[in-house]
C-alpha cells in the first residue's frame, strides 16, 4: 500500500431534496489499500458508495481521482469503478461467459477472453471445469466467487464492495472474509468495503472509517479503531466496552465515583477540571484475587454469565451499571450468578476520551 492518495474526497455533500445524507466528507483513500467504511443503519456508507462509482449526483464538493476531477463523470465512463454484486449475474449464462461479459464488452477475441476468464477462475481458486457451468448450479459462495472473477475481468484500478457477503451463513462469511483479504493482497487493486458489521471490518481492513449521521466520525487502522476511539459513539459501535465517567483533578490524576484509582495512575491528558470517559474493553478486565496489584479496582456482583465459546462472558452490576468481563473458557467461575466480586484492571489497558 502506497501513501498516495488515489481517491480523493472534498467537501462531499449530498442532500436529497431537504433532507442532507452526507454533510462535507473529507477523505483520501490510498492506492492499494483496503478501506472500509462502517456504521450503523443509516449513516450515509451507501449514499457514499453511490457517489463514488457514479451512480448518484454530489450536491456540493470535489471527488478526483489522482488528479482528475470525476464527480461529473458518467459511472459508465469512469474506468476504474465497478460495484460488485453477486445478484447481477447472469444466472441463464455459464460462469465462463459470466466472466467474460466485460471483455466481451471491450470486443476482446473469443480466445482471449477465454483465456483470461480461466486464469480469474484460478486466481478465485474455482476448478477451471467451471468455466461450462451454468451460474444456477453454483453454490451461494461459488457465486461471490464468479461475481468477484467478473468484477476483476473490468480490470479496475479501485474494486467497490457494498456489503457483499451480509446474505451469506456464518461459515461461508468467514470463509469469504479471509479471500477476499487474499485476494486484495494478490491483486494489489484498491478496495473500498462497506458494512454494518464491525468484525468484517476488522478481519479485512487497512484503515476503517466509521460513520454516523453522514458524517465521518474516525478514520484510522483497524487495532487503534478499537483501541483508541476518539468518541462514545466508536467505542460502543466496535463492539462491547465499559465506560466510566471521569474528571481530572489536577490535569494529571483522574478520579471518578466508582474506581479506586491507585496515587500513581497519572495519566490524564484532559485540562484541570475536564470531564472524559476511561474506556477499558471487557478482555482487560479481571478478576482481583487477594495478592493482585491494579491500578484500577471496583466492587460488583455477578449478574450473569455467557458462553461465547472459547470464552466467558460475565455481566457484573458495579458503579450503578452492567460492566462486561471476559475471561478465558478455563478460568470459568463456578456458580457465579449473584456472587460478590472485585474487579480491577490496569491504566495500560486503559484509553481516555476527552470531552465527554
Ligand atoms: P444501510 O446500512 O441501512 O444500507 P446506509 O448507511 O447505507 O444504511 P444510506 O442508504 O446511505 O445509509 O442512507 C443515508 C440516509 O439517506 C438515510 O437516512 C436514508 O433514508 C437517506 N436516503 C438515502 N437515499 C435516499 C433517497 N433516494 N431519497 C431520500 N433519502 C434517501
Known amino acids: 500500500m502506497s501513501d498516495i492518495a488515489l481517491l480523493r474526497l472534498r467537501g462531499v455533500v449530498k442532500k436529497f431534496g431537504g433532507f442532507t445524507a452526507l454533510h462535507g466528507i473529507d477523505l483520501d483513500i490510498r492506492e492499494g489499500e483496503f478501506f472500509t467504511i462502517v456504521g450503523p443503519s443509516g449513516s450515509g456508507k451507501s449514499t457514499m458508495i453511490r457517489l463514488l462509482v457514479g451512480m448518484d449526483d454530489i450536491s456540493a464538493g470535489e471527488i478526483m481521482l489522482r488528479d482528475q476531477r470525476i464527480d461529473q463523470t458518467p459511472a459508465n465512463l469512469r474506468p476504474t469503478c465497478m460495484v460488485f454484486q453477486s445478484l447481477a449475474l447472469f444466472p441463464h449464462m455459464s460462469v465462463g461467459q459470466n466472466i467474460e461479459f466485460p471483455l466481451k464488452l471491450r470486443k476482446d477475441s473469443p480466445a482471449k477472453r477465454r483465456e483470461r476468464a480461466l486464469e480469474l477462475l484460478d486466481l ?209 467461575i463456578k456458580d457465579s450468578e449473584g456472587l460478590p466480586v472485585t474487579l480491577g484492571f490496569n491504566a495500560s489497558k486503559t484509553h481516555l476520551i476527552g470531552d465527554a
Open 124 to 332: 478465485l481458486r474455482l476448478p477451471r471445469t467451471y468455466y461450462d457451468k451454468r451460474i444456477s448450479q453454483c453454490s451461494g459462495g461459488e457465486k461471490q466467487r464468479v461475481a468477484l472473477a467478473r468484477a476483476l475481468a473490468f480490470d479496475p484500478e479501485i474494486l467497490f464492495f457494498d456489503e457483499p457477503l451480509s446474505a451469506l451463513d456464518y461459515r461461508l462469511r468467514k470463509a469469504l472474509e479471509k479471500e477476499l483479504k487474499d485476494l486484495h493482497v494478490r491483486t494489489g487493486k484498491t478496495f473500498v468495503y462497506i458494512t454494518h458489521s464491525l468484525e468484517e471490518a476488522m478481519v479485512m481492513s487497512d484503515r476503517i472509517a466509521i460513520m454516523k449521521e453522514g458524517k465521518i466520525e474516525q478514520i484510522a487502522v483497524a487495532d487503534e479503531i478499537y483501541s483508541a476511539p476518539v468518541s462514545r459513539f466508536v467505542a460502543e459501535f466496535m463492539g462491547e466496552v465499559n465506560l466510566f465517567d471521569v474528571i481530572s483533578v489536577d490535569g494529571e490524576t483522574l478520579q471518578s465515583s466508582a474506581l479506586t484509582i491507585s496515587n500513581d495512575v497519572t495519566q490524564s491528558t484532559l485540562p484541570v477540571g475536564g470531564k472524559g470517559l476511561l474506556m477499558v474493553r471487557p478482555e482487560d478486565v479481571q478478576f482481583v484475587g487477594s495478592k493482585d496489584h491494579f491500578d484500577y479496582v471496583l466492587e460488583g456482583k455477578i449478574h450473569a454469565e455467557y458462553a461465547l465459546g472459547s470464552r466467558i462472558q460475565y455481566e457484573v452490576e458495579a458503579d450503578g451499571k452492567i460492566l462486561t468481563v471476559e475471561t478465558l473458557r478455563e478460568s470459568r
